[in-house]
């Protein structure tokens, strides 16, 4: 399962300002966060964990497999390199606007270095009641407000939508057993489908609850995946953005089309979700009925 | 960051891709020139960063220097989609045996680039039948290697020397586009003259906004380059929206888009706000624009916004709504809106139709609401919720 609480997590980007409240929150929520990385700062503390200028000086120290990376644009592709070189196992990153060449060639080589990547633009995920990885719900009080500890994975492509649905079903008395912002990027690391396989082999996981949103081929890539392969999971969808759909898109060549074939419309994903029977929900409240607990 | 046909051109010749030779001109006066430098017969084409300039007679041919002349002046000020043609190529008219379509973009599900040849080319090249469709992704990091490129050029039915030329065309075409960051980089039509050489026609480019910063030098070659092509050019509410915004570096409180509704609205989270968006329109309500408010904007900022989506005419009221984890203070957000409020010569109680602020500072903001005799809602209301109730209260305020 992703995010083993006994896993060391080092945070890349330690000493930026988001990242260091992320590291607060997080180790107050029980995360075991054992050391960051800023090169030119090591020797430093943040919130008592300390800082080293490279990943591989971790290492050396540490028993660390999972990374978090929050650092700016540019720096990313070589961080997320940097910490699949030493070993990591699962990578986290938060940071928004990463070029998507650069996620394209952290990919093929987390690939080849046997790493799970979420994200970028992921704010993270959680397994509640045992650790959170990045700034996934907030300040601490309002996490433990929102997440409790469940048999319900929720899958989202917007950060802040992963928390309301969580503290929807928190409030009807629905816990969750993980929940993970994948990033809402065109190309992410780890897609709808790619996770959904991950949490078919999650025993604590009964149904999953899927936050989509236009553009991309996110929700028809998992349709076909569960036409050719159905779940044991209980997969409920629940998308916005139907509104998009009316406006005037300006077309500009074809090889969109070509690649897509018509995918991205709101319409379209939720046609291609429920003729792979998924239950697709109207409005938020609706996807209770999918889940078919509703307290 | 779409690119125009003569910079897109510009951009590929520099990759060693060839395209016919092309005069950009902005003026009446060097159209003559122009054209007795290229030759006739003639194309001329506006410089639109829209697709399908065929259709809306954006594209023309000339016989002779006065019918050029006549194209030119009928091309140079046209109104494509709200925008207006500054620029117009000239270039001479080829005659060819066959087009073909060549491209680059991104394929999402493999997450990686991937190539497409088409031996149908021009318009037909989305309805061609996909077994005349070769498509190869491939690796960011070494680019399509010559040998997958002849590959595909096979796998479509080419032979010869135009095999080997298409192939050649589809790397260095893959070469630009890993980098330039290309979103997507087309040619289209690639055609084969009578003397057998392969020559682009038309090409688009399209780089990511999110590389543009790496970008610079060579984008700085290429002249003024259009920034907003996507969609309708903005409102005159939309671009006094982003002046505000700009006052002010703190928070976002100004991405508006525009529609015809009577429900003005505030939200928080970029998700939050496409699904309160759609539950308004479910719930039967017409929302009066789109607008993000997150980070921590100043009062005054969201005073000013307030009081802008109120100025609209037919607009009954206004919806304040944001998701739980938004870090906004809400009594900041509170006291911005009622400061708007006022500022539009309105009153707070039949003005404000909702306002769920589960942010910071909840209970400051209740008290700061309640005095101006408005109800305060949290987390325990479900964004469903609150959008209906948006809904239902905002028919009982005037417009």
Redesign the interface.
Known sequence: MLLDPKAGVLVQGITGREASRMVKDSLAYGSNIVAGVTPGKGGQRVHGIPVYDTVAAVVEKHRATISVISVP??AVLDAALESFSAGMQLCLIMTE?????D???L???ARRAGCTVIGPNS?GLIRPGIAKLGT????VD?VR??FTPGRVAVL??????T??IA??LT?RGIGQSIAIGVG?D??VGS?FTDLIELLEADPATDAVVI?G??G???EE?LAARLKQKPSRLRIIAFL?????DD??????????????GGRGSIRGKVKALRKAGVFVA????DFLRGLKYDA | M?LLEHQSKKLLSSFGLVFTESISVNSMAEVRAAVEHVGLPTVLKAQT????RGNIGAVKFAESADQAVIAAEALLGMDV?GTTVEVISIEPKLTYDCEF?V???????A????A?L?LAGGVE??SAQSDR?A?QSF???TGLAPYKAREMAAESGLTGKTLVGVGEVLTKLSQAF?AC?G??M?I?PLVVTKDGVLIGLDA?V?I?D??V??QQERLGLLGELTMT????PPTPLELEAQRIDETDHRGVAGRVVEFDGDLALLI?????S??V???I??HGGAPANYCEVGGNPTEEKVAAITSLLLSKPGVRGMAVIM?????TRADVIARGILMGVKAAGRKPAETISLFRVPG?WGREAREIMEAAGVEVYG??M????AARLAVERNRTHAS
């Open positions: 644009p540019p606007r990463v070029p998507q060449l996620t394209s060639k990919q093929v080589a704010l996934i719900g907030g300040r309002n407000r929102s989202s492509r917007s950060g802040g939508m928390t309301e503290s929807y409030s809402g065109a190309i897609n936050y949103e236009p991309g081929a996110a890539q916005s953005g139907r509104f998009v406006l005037e898109g300006i077309r500009f060549g074809h090889a969109g089309v070509i690649v897509e109207e409005t938020f409240e | 779409r960063p829209f697709g399908g989609r379509y491209g680059i973009t991104w394929d999402t599900v997450k990686l680039p991937v497409l088409s090249v989305e469709l498509r690796n960011p990091w890993l960051d979103i997507t087309e289209n688009r399209e990511e999110e590389a910063y790496r092509a996507t969609g309708r928080g989270g970029g998700g939050a496409l699904t968006f759609d539950a329109k479910e998701n739980v984890v938004n870090n910071n987390r325990e479900s964004l469903d919720a």
